[in-house]
């Protein structure tokens, strides 16, 4: 099983870039995949997620109408659009998968049993 984070770069503060979340050997359809990220000294973060039955969203207030997250069960990828970058976005940002979703705790990332590599995002002018 094996996940793999794309789509990092450098964008400038009220730009946009994409993430994708690809998948190896298994199929994403059957699982939730979150997004998270760790800023340098600072704690991860959950960010958003989808889940696996319904296609349900859930998202942190900070990215709250500036991320979407999306699944194309075709492309076994997952994405995260991110539009209106802040400085404050910079970090490295991981994509995980969940078996099983608890909703509740989605933002856990305890709760994922496969990750990614990170891929870094730069906001900076």
């Known amino acids: 099983v094996q996940l793999q984070a794309s789509g990092g770069g450098l964008a400038q503060p009220g730009g946009s870039l994409r993430l994708s979340c690809a998948a190896s050997?298994?199929?994403?359809?059957?699982?939730?995949i979150g997004w998270f990220r760790q800023a340098p000294g600072k704690e991860r973060e959950g960010l958003s997620c989808i889940s696996a039955v319904d296609d349900f969203t859930y998202y942190a207030d900070s990215v709250k109408g500036r991320f979407t997250i999306s699944r194309d069960n075709a492309e076994n990828t997952v994405y995260l659009q991110m539009n209106n970058l802040k400085p404050e976005d910079t970090a490295v940002y991981y994509c995980a998968a969940d078996r099983q979703l608890i909703r509740s705790s989605w933002y856990s990332g305890s709760n994922y049993d496969y990750w990614g590599q990170g891929t870094l995002v730069t906001v900076s002018s």
């Open positions: 050997r298994f199929t994403l359809d059957g699982y939730a």
